[in-house]
């Protein structure tokens, strides 16, 4: 019974969350406040299921939040992030330093609490939530480089506040200085990068060269080897986060086969994660104390939104001459969600005086801030003029002939897709391919030059290893920038370049979640 009822109750929270989903679309805020009051609803002053172990929580929130970067990881382009790499390491970096020690230092003065309290609160709510951002900044149609920017951000900052932040609560507060704190950081950010591109290449050349008995077996491995990379790193002492980001970020941008399959599997299970791990906090929370944390969690959460955050991106952001207007967007696009309260269960399990205080103050910060600055983001877009027309993106699976060598391509003229009205004669594709046939509702017609292509077609190709990348790069152009993509590429690498005062508008990007 026990067993059953455990089922039961996962299977209806899970059902539950997915709805929540569709509810916090409709009225346009982010779905983990609602997933946090599922939890404080099924917790002691709800439903009266008790629990208070905040060690399982860090340990469990760990875990899903190495799934949420996995899969943010996976599903982030590298054409699109490359021209913002540099803005983005600097604010999750230098950024992330300058929000601490301001927000600290408002902490200190204002709540009256030692420094090493005072630095837990900068710290803890130091980093942009993954995965708030990645929900959000989904769902809007923003310029791909500010929405890249943002991605990567919360994508790169959160191993080292979580390193700054179990350096502060151990022993080693004592022990260690500033400048060995630093090269701690450095050290497990650093390895966390080699250990993830090395794991991840080595994965990718399996995959690739592997014809697996089953389509379903793709995406498994796949996770597999995101999972050993993170298990690699965090045996070698360095962050398993980053370097878990890392490998999905290859890995995502590599040539896999199945890679919708895969992709859309890594998105189920990021979901899953995210409903998770907002219930646990949820449950961990005593909404008996939260009242008590209200005027200091408003305290701190302005000095960070308003002071904190601003100041830092003004730092970073000023070397890339960012127009103000796209900087007061990144300063108030700086979300705050599950990391933070996962980071503060850090000093509860290390038994700190002032960790519960400092868990309640993050957690209101968290829904007060988040329920505040998600709705406004829509309307600062529009006005800052960082929202664009998107057409969907050209999803193009493969599946290898390891015996033939060459691979079967499928994909769906998708909306907004300028392959719509270009012959198959004008796709100009290696006289190697050949193009099977093309389904068309709900019927197949004949694959020859003078056809033209129209939304909703499905392509079957056959294409030799040899021309599969040149192929799916070609198809890719065409689908962006129509039969002359040579000359009318609509993705610049060009970053946020020193002689201009603005970038350049990207009018297209990939699809949401």
């Known amino acids: 019974m026990d067993l059953n ?40 002053s709800g439903l009266g299921f008790g629990f208070e172990d905040a060690e399982l929580t860090m340990i469990l929130g760990t875990i899903a939040l190495a799934m949420i970067l996995a899969e943010g990881g996976f599903s982030t382009r590298w054409d699109v992030i490359r021209p913002v790499v540099g803005l983005s ?70 191993p080292p506040v979580i390193i700054l932040v179990s350096v502060v609560a151990s022993d080693a507060w004592h ?3 500033g400048w060995q704190i630093l090269g701690l950081v450095v050290f497990q950010l650093v390895g966390g990068v080699l250990i993830g591109v090395g794991v991840a290449f080595l994965g990718q050349r399996i995959l690739a060269s ?28 360095v962050s398993g986060l980053m370097a878990i980001y890392v490998a999905g970020m290859w890995l995502g941008n590599a040539k896999l086969p199945h890679r919708q399959a895969t992709a859309g599997f890594a998105d189920g299970l990021g979901w899953v994660a995210q409903i998770g791990l907002f219930v646990l906090l949820g449950l961990l929370a005593s909404p008996t104390r939260l009242p008590d944390a209200l005027l200091p969690a408003a ?63 993050v957690f209101v910060l968290v829904i007060t801030f988040v329920l505040i600055q998600a709705p406004l983001l829509p309307r600062l877009a529009r006005w ?57 509702e709900g019927g197949v017609v004949a694959a020859g030059p003078h056809l033209s292509l129209r939304h909703g077609d499905h392509l079957l190709l056959a294409v030799p290893d040899a021309v599969r990348d040149a192929t799916e790069g070609r198809l890719q152009a065409i689908s962006r920038g129509g039969r002359l993509a040579v000359w009318n590429s609509p993705l610049s690498s060009e970053p946020y370049p020193p002689s201009r005062s603005r970038p350049a508008t990207v009018p297209t990007s990939r699809a949401a979640r």
Not at 15 to 42: D, E, F, K, N
Not at 211 to 224: C, I, S
Request: glycine residues 8%; charged residues 15%.
């Open 89 to 158: 390491g600097l604010l999750a970096t230098a950024g992330v330093a300058i929000s601490v020690a301001i927000t600290a230092t408002i902490a200190y003065w204002a709540l009256e609490v030692d420094v090493r309290t005072a630095l837990l609160l900068g710290a803890v709510v130091g980093s942009t939530d993954a995965a708030a951002t990645f929900a959000i900044m989904r769902r809007l149609p923003l310029a791909p480089r500010i929405r890249a920017t943002l991605e990567a951000e919360s994508g790169f900052n959160d």
């Open 299 to 361: 305290i701190v959460g302005i000095g960070l939104t308003l002071v904190a955050r601003p100041i830092s991106v003004v730092a970073c952001a000023i070397w890339w001459r960012v127009p103000w207007r796209h900087q007061m967007f990144l300063s108030w696009a700086g979300l705050r969600g599950a990391v933070p309260i996962v980071v503060a269960t850090i000093p509860v399990s290390e038994g700190l005086p002032a960790a519960h205080r400092v868990f309640d103050i």
């Open 384 to 440: 800052s003029g960082l929202m664009v027309e998107r057409a969907d993106e050209l999803a193009v699976e493969s599946a290898p002939l390891e015996k033939l060598g060459a691979s079967v391509l499928q994909f769906e003229v998708p909306q907004g897709s300028r392959l719509h009205g270009v012959f198959v004669d004008d796709l100009r594709l290696s006289e190697h391919v050949v193009l099977a046939f093309v389904a068309r």
């Open 210 to 237: 592997s014809a697996l008995p089953a389509v379903g077996l793709y995406p498994l491995a796949t996770l597999a080897i995101m999972f050993l990379a993170f298990a690699v790193a965090g045996l070698l002492g």
């Open 5 to 44: 009822t455990s089922i039961l109750a996962g299977s209806l929270v899970l059902l539950v969350g997915v709805a929540a989903v569709r509810v916090s679309t409709r009225i346009g805020l982010p779905s983990l406040l609602l997933y946090l009051v599922i939890g404080l609803v099924l917790g002691e």
């Open 175 to 177: 022990q260690a200085s």
